[in-house]
């Protein structure tokens, strides 16, 4: 006689289910899911995010609360969840290259913001670095 397994609560495929429920979870959180934005334009959403709030406060302290407001209005404004994949993540990336272009050429940093947006050049570090 095979012993037999402790019960549960839950009924057997449920567990089954919700394992891979959490597995797909991860994985999808895991993955990059900018795979096939353009190059002029990579990276995470929340990367960009970030980049645009240090560009505005001119600092890399990430953990400062006006650093914090900013990345948290940023992404909320944008729909950016930090862990979970970006369903437009290509778009959002080149409204926020857009942006961050803008104030490279208010800053006399870019000549042209169409053309600081369409360079693969011109990617913040800490997206190029994905994210750190």
Same mark, same amino acid.
């Given at each position: 006689?095979?012993?037999?397994?402790?019960?549960?609560?839950?009924?057997a495929?449920?567990?089954?289910?919700?394992?891979l429920?959490?597995?797909?979870?991860?994985?999808s959180?895991?993955?990059?899911?900018? *795979?096939a #934005?353009?190059?002029?334009?990579?990276?995470?959403?929340?990367?960009w995010?970030?980049?645009i #709030?240090?560009?505005?406060?001119?600092?890399?302290e990430?953990?400062s609360?006006?650093?914090?407001?900013?990345?948290?209005?940023? *992404?909320?404004?944008?729909?950016?969840?930090?862990?979970?994949?970006?369903?437009? *993540? #290509?778009?959002i990336?080149?409204q926020?290259?857009k942006?961050?272009c803008?104030?490279?050429?208010?800053s006399?940093?870019?000549?042209?913001?169409d053309? #600081?947006?369409r360079?693969?050049?011109a990617?913040?570090?800490?997206?190029?670095?994905?994210?750190?």
């Amino acid at each position: 006689m095979l012993p037999s397994r402790p019960r549960s609560s839950v009924p057997a495929g449920k567990h089954t289910m919700r394992s891979l429920l959490a597995a797909l979870t991860l994985a999808s959180a895991s993955l990059p899911a900018l *795979a096939a #934005c353009p190059a002029n334009a990579p990276g995470e959403p929340l990367h960009w995010a970030i980049a645009i #709030c240090q560009q505005r406060y001119e600092t890399d302290e990430i953990e400062s609360p006006k650093m914090q407001s900013c990345i948290f209005s940023t *992404a909320k404004s944008y729909k950016i969840e930090p862990g979970k994949p970006v369903a437009n *993540a #290509c778009a959002i990336n080149l409204q926020l290259k857009k942006k961050w272009c803008a104030e490279l050429k208010k800053s006399g940093a870019a000549d042209s913001i169409d053309a #600081c947006v369409r360079s693969r050049d011109a990617v913040p570090e800490t997206v190029a670095q994905g994210g750190a």
